[in-house]
């Protein structure tokens, strides 16, 4: 069927009279621009052609609301304000209402006098983006604001964790540390206080802990399509794994350094030579990286919040964390061991965990 022929059916099916048929469809492609290839085969058309032809086949009926679902969804960006530029010209001109579904938030901004924000069906919020917006600040986005309401249900939980996560290391040290340092339960190398022995396993625990949840992140990040724009880029898929692999480190060493503090506190006799303090948080650094990355490779295999978090358990008893452990114990407390292959294991699994994260990727923004 030719362009026409697709608006005259649409006309027919809309019941327009027989005598304003014609009319009304050489009226409607000329006002998105098709009048002259009306009479080419539609199967022709460029994607920005076809959405033009719909919006046209809407328009043969002349209604007061014009309801338009993802319009512009796979269109390449001069197509995309070719069609927008011509829904605001006819919305003026014939003074009509236009209801818009979307998942840019950039056009409902521009676009929109007013927008609610859905999620699983239920309206978050409702209002015009300028006020939505100054509610969270003056940079504020709509993209923002959806994140903060869509978002609220699903992170409530999982700030609970994280509170919960950045207390249990100060538990850690100051009620099985130093109860089993008293009473000598457990025997140590060297006769070493037991709070002293336990304080870099806690570190290296807190900073795990820190690195599991990237890969919910990154979850995030694909459902609010961060994800796929970050893919449409020309940074290396590795480049982008490994930023946030290392992101992850960073926070892990600020997580570390307030338990190192709590832990002196306590009175944990630790060897604060500069090069063993760089050295522990090169191996806090390489162990969090590489725990994100495999967090975010098992994100790219389950591809779901609820099996990430299914399996966290999992990821907390990879051999790794005790190549972590034995060399923050060798730099911090001076307990021997091979530092040189504690440090290969962990830079060897970071590598080849970005290396794996990188591959999944793909499959997780699909």
């Given at each position: ?77 001069l197509a995309r304000a070719s069609l927008w530029e ?57 993209e923002d604001v959806f994140r903060v309401y869509a ?188 530092l040189a292959a504690d440090f290969a294991v962990l ?20």
């Amino acid at each position: 069927m030719t362009g026409y022929e697709n608006a005259w059916l649409l006309a027919r099916l809309y019941d327009v009279p027989r005598r304003e048929r014609r009319g009304r469809v050489e009226e409607a492609l000329a006002q998105v621009g098709l009048e002259k290839v009306a009479g080419r085969l539609a199967s022709t058309y460029s994607g920005g052609m076809v959405r033009r032809l719909e919006l046209a086949q809407a328009l043969v009926s002349r209604p007061r609301l014009l309801v338009l679902d993802e319009p512009s969804i796979g269109l390449d960006p001069l197509a995309r304000a070719s069609l927008w530029e011509r829904v605001l010209g006819l919305r003026d001109e014939l003074q009509m209402t236009v209801l818009l579904t979307t998942h840019y938030m950039e056009e409902a901004e521009r676009l929109c006098d007013r927008v609610g924000l859905l999620l699983e069906g239920r309206l978050r919020a409702i209002g015009r983006p300028r006020e939505l917006e100054a509610a969270l600040g003056p940079q504020a986005t709509l993209e923002d604001v959806f994140r903060v309401y869509a978002a609220d249900e699903d992170k409530g939980g999982l700030r609970d964790v994280r509170s919960t996560r950045a207390v249990q290391p100060a538990l850690w040290l100051l009620v099985f540390g130093e109860t089993f340092t008293r009473i000598h339960a457990v025997p140590t190398p060297g006769r070493l206080p037991y709070l002293d022995y336990l304080a870099p396993g806690v570190m290296a625990q807190s900073a795990l802990f820190i690195a599991i949840f990237y890969g919910i992140q990154l979850i995030w990040e694909r459902d609010f399509g961060i994800l796929t724009k970050l893919l449409a880029t020309p940074t290396p898929r590795a480049a982008l794994v490994a930023g946030k692999a290392f992101a992850a480190g960073v926070r892990a060493v600020s997580q570390v350094v307030v338990v190192l503090v709590l832990a002196a506190v306590l009175g944990v006799r630790f060897h604060w030579q500069p090069p063993r303090l760089l050295g522990a948080a090169a191996a806090v650094l390489l162990g969090s990286a590489f725990f994100a990355s495999l967090s975010m490779t098992i994100a790219g295999l389950v591809r779901t919040r609820e099996r990430l978090m299914g399996i966290g358990q999992a990821i907390t008893r990879v051999n790794p964390l005790s190549y972590e452990v034995n060399a923050l114990r060798q730099l911090l407390l001076g307990l021997p061991g091979n530092l040189a292959a504690d440090f290969a294991v962990l830079l060897g699994a970071t590598v080849a965990g970005i290396a794996a994260a990188s591959l999944l990727l793909g499959r997780l923004a699909r």
